[in-house]
């Protein structure tokens, strides 16, 4: 979620030719320490494998399992709080490992035909991000949960059939295999002039590739077993946490998540530690000012507006609306978070559009110009000469073409199909809005992939709220339009984020030498998988567990009834939300780009001191009680720095992976167990010493 890079990552700047003369004179002695520690140099002696020798059967495997994995725990979290972190440190070591003991005993019983490879490890990398991604991009807590009658019940009708659409296990497959390939075919023809013309730097898939290539050294592999048998005992430890705490969990508010942690009226307001390792762990991963800015949101959100308005019941809203009613307190809780994300996300869009304009108007005017230099460094001149790295790099990329009539006609084909099949799936969707998407959707997939390049930073959610807006104001009220712009929404939200992740899969393969071929056919099965698996990990929590969507639950599910409410406000209007709603929505919107501006003006130093408002948007609806969570996290990981900051950078995210990895895989055994009808066999639940007293008094009559 650090979406802040260098200030306007450079561009524009005015070059001074004096200070060129400079660095030209430290151009040799560079290069020389370039060479000496050049990571080519040290796998200068190792043959790179043809592209289909690095798609092996062990890694597709390998890719299933860890993808399966990976699919929970993301399922989890986008049920619970939306929040889903990077997991591709844990899916490079957990391939890693998985690999290398297979190819370890291979190798003791003489059966080792193939050695283990960074390549084949940037194959089970790609592939495992695109399967689990699937879990995010496919909306199942967002847009495709948000038709659904769980949450169109908590929206209230106001006359007008909105309609919903029910999750099944074979349409929503379907959906997603005919929309979650279109991405990968819209920016193929353009990985020279990103990865080597522009020189993108994509900082997610470079640092994905240095872990991968760290791996591969001596040094490296010895630190890489080390991390794994870190995140194995934090993996068993967490996952038998998450069990030990079921036991507790027998009823409504019983159990260790509704722990009174700073007492029973803080925990009314959702102020209590619930014991979760899944957010200790994310709160490791993720920036401090994240963690920061979600619990600056909760304070002001539960812990001041919330009250406030309150005191206004009878006044701005009647008395009479239950809880649940978005005409009460709940509409504005779920209406100014809205605007606070659509203030965030539209800032970003026009700040990320406009680099993306500013970095392909510099390359056009400094094309004969080019010194090899990435766009995000820019302001450091360096040696226009190509270092062996880049040499090296560059001839492994263009051997495997990809030829530009395959994706094109792949392309067409695939759109094709899915304009004859979607209106079939939705109704709602006409042939001619999907036509209108695919049409446009090629050039919102290069912005989005050209802008991730620059910022690392995907805007897919928002070119999904596009299609919300857009879509669903063009269908309107009586025509079905907020099942229409929700559907809309995505099919832009898969062609957008496939298109990033794709060129971030290239980027990393072309710093660990991995064929452009391997990577895409690597995507394009991962991407298959994903369309099973998450599917099917969904049905599985759907079942389980009756109360999904339902606020105050264990999987609340809280962005599918904020989509869902964008799709009504995009459709009806503001003329629904309580009083004085839209003034305050206006006030946050307007807020949130203004706390973006300053944080881009004050610079990256000043700015880690100024909150996200796309963070402190998060808690208003759910509460502070995760952002707890995650500022433990972020607590244990600073003292741990202050203690051996050597180790806690080298173990640390270890440590986060395996919290996250066990408590989420639980989610396994109990979904199973809730299907079998096994309950939890207690219930811890914390009253007041007035209330204990009633209840002895009660039993004891």
Known sequence: ?????????????????????????KMEKEEEEEEETSVERIFERMEVPPWREQLTVR??????VLAVLFTFIVMKLNLTTGIIPSLNVSAGMLGFFFVSVWSKFLDKSGLLRQPFTRQENTVIQTCVVASSGIAFSGGFGSYLFGMSEVIAKQSEKTGVNRGFKNPEVGWMIGFLFVVSFLGLCSVVPLRKIMIIDFKLTYPSGTATAHLINSFHTPQGAKLAKKQVRVLGKYFSFSFLWGFFRWFFAGGDDCGFASFPTFGLKARKYKFFFDFSATYVGVGMICPYIVNISMLVGGILSWGLMWPLIETRKGDWYSAD??????????????????????GDGLYNFVKVLGQTLLGLLYQILHKNMSDGRPIEDCSSPKSSSTSYNDIRRTQVFLKDRIPPTFAIGGYIAIAAISTATLPHIFPQLKWYYILVIYLVAPTMAFCNAYGCGLTDWSLASTYGKLGIFGIGAWAGAQHGGVIAGLAACGVMMNIVSTASDLMQDFKTGYLTLASPRSMFVSQFIGTAMGCVISPCVFWLFYKAFPDLGQNGSEYPAPYALVYHNMAVLGVEGISNLPKNCFMLCCVFFGAAILLNLVRDTLGRKRA?????????????????????????????????QRINKAKADAFGPAVASGLICGDGIWTLPSSVLALAGVKQPLCMKFLSRATNAKVDKFLGS
């Open 1 to 25: 979620m650090d979406r802040n890079r260098d200030e306007e990552n450079g561009l524009g700047t005015n070059y001074n030719s004096e200070v060129e003369i400079e660095q030209k004179s």
């Open 59 to 64: 890694a597709f495997v390998v890719s299933l």
């Open 321 to 342: 609306l239950p809880s649940s009613s978005i005409r009460g307190l709940q509409g504005y809780k779920i209406f100014i978070t809205i605007a606070t994300i659509l």
């Open 608 to 640: 880690q001191f100024i909150p996200i408002p796309m963070a402190m948007a998060i808690p208003f609806y759910l509460g502070p009680y995760f952002s707890i969570d995650m500022c433990v996290g972020s607590l244990i990981l600073f003292i741990w």
